[in-house]
Every structure is written in structure tokens, then in C-alpha cells.
């Protein structure tokens, strides 16, 4: 069993940044591909990025690319997602999620493990 705790989710205005942690308790986090979603009040899951389990491959999200950034450290369990340049758009609970796979995946149904989700509040 894994657990994942998110934290540094808040209110920030447009154009402001905000990083995401997540911390696993796996002992074997380093086997472990992580991802990040998101869901708007109304909206669906959706993909955000997601992180391979040595951190050398990542994938975004067309409405994150170039604005989010996904990374790790494998010796302190914990996942992180740097977002910049935030819209109000971006508003939502943000889940990070796991699974024991050398692949990336991008699809919420291929994960095993979530958290409980932090709250990211852009005003414009």
C-alpha cells in the first residue's frame, strides 16, 4: 500500500507561480511512475503531467506545456509540479497519483495509488 500526502496548494493570482509536493511512503518510491491530475468543480479528471519512475521522461498536458514542470527526488519519496504563469483556468483539486510501471502514463485508470488532493485557487 502506498500513501500520498499533497501539500503547497493556496490562492494565487493570475500570472502568479505555485509548487506542488507530493510525499509517498513507499519504500521503493524510485519504482514508481507519478502523475498529477486535476479536477475543476463540474469537470472531469484530466491529465496533467506525469513522470517516469527515474525521472528521465516526462509528459504534459497541451494546456500546461511550457507553463508546468514535473519532477522528483527519489531519495526524499516526494513528486513535485512547478506551475507558472497561472490562469484562472488552472483552478482545481490536484491529485498525484502512482503506480509500479516503467512506462508514463497519462490516463487516470492506469494509476493505483491517489491522494487526497490539494486546492489551487487562481483568481484574475
Known amino acids: 500500500q502506498v500513501q500520498l500526502v499533497e501539500s503547497g496548494g493556496g490562492l494565487v493570482q493570475a500570472g502568479g507561480s505555485l509548487r506542488l509536493s507530493c510525499a509517498a511512503s513507499?519504500?521503493?518510491?524510485?519504482?514508481?511512475?507519478m502523475g498529477w491530475f486535476r479536477q475543476a468543480p463540474g469537470k472531469e479528471r484530466e491529465f496533467v503531467a506525469a513522470?517516469?519512475?527515474?525521472?528521465?521522461?516526462?509528459s504534459y498536458a497541451d494546456s500546461v506545456s511550457g507553463r508546468f514542470t514535473i519532477s522528483r527526488d527519489n531519495a526524499k519519496n516526494t513528486v513535485y509540479l512547478q506551475m507558472n504563469s497561472l490562469k484562472p483556468e488552472d483552478t482545481a483539486v490536484y491529485y498525484c497519483a502512482a503506480r509500479n510501471i516503467a512506462a508514463v502514463p497519462t490516463t487516470g485508470s492506469a494509476y493505483d495509488y491517489w491522494g487526497q488532493g490539494t486546492q489551487v485557487t487562481v483568481s484574475s
Open positions: 513507499a519504500r521503493t518510491f524510485s519504482t514508481y511512475a
Open positions: 513522470i517516469s519512475r527515474g525521472g528521465s521522461r516526462q
